[in-house]
């Protein structure tokens, strides 16, 4: 499994659509301070699911939409898709692609959607779960995180070996199960 490409439109200073490919091997991002690098990775979290504003670097949610500049109106909303390649199925789902996209309207509506189908935020976290790509994962490191996970309770760092040894969605199962 691996990441074909992000499509951002409206997401935070991705006034335009516009979509990132990536070929086998290793893609860099680069640019000058205020370009954006950092909110192609938000825009990966978000999309997992993120609901804490502060995570993607705002204070309330509705700050990932494009807020306009001098020369560009604001856009009303915002979406994002990822796609991945899942021929080896390591997402538990039967398709050979996956998109999974989310888009969100000023007045707070939003929407999930996994190859094009309306789905719940649920959905998406659970198909992620011990692939090490949710936004709890570990495909994600950003700036300070590293620091966070050494010096972070035992109980959080456990989860990510959690996570890592592929035993989450058990343990959710057997705390559901528990609590029926
Ligand atoms: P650095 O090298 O400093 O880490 P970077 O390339 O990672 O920079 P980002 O933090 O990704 O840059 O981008 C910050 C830019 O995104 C800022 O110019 C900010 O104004 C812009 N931005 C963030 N949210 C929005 C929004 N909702 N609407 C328009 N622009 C936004
Ligand atoms: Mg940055």
């Known amino acids: 499994m691996y990441l074909k490409s992000i499509e951002v439109n409206g997401f935070k200073s991705f006034a335009h659509k516009m979509i990132f490919k990536f070929e086998h091997g290793i893609t860099g991002i680069v640019g000058p301070n205020g370009s954006g690098k950092s909110n192609v990775a938000d825009a990966v979290r978000w999309v997992l699911g993120e609901q804490r504003a502060k995570q993607l670097r705002g204070s309330k949610m509705e700050d990932v939409i494009f807020a306009g500049t001098e020369l560009r109106k604001p856009m009303g909303s915002a979406y994002v898709a990822i796609t991945l390649d899942n021929s080896d199925h390591n997402l538990p789902i039967q398709f050979e692609e996956v ?16 190859n094009g189908s309306a789905c719940r935020r649920k959905d998406i976290v659970e198909l992620f779960f011990d692939t090490g790509i949710g936004k709890e994962g570990y495909s994600i490191i950003g700036q300070g995180q590293i620091e966070q996970i050494l010096s972070g309770k035992p109980e959080d760092r456990r989860e990510l070996f959690d996570e890592a040894a592929g035993i989450v969605k058990y343990k959710k199962n057997k705390l559901e199960t528990q609590r029926s």
């Not at 998109?99 to 996994?114: C, D, F, K, M, Q």
């Open 99 to 114: 998109t999974v996209a989310r888009r969100v309207y000023r007045s707070g509506e939003s929407e999930y959607l996994i």
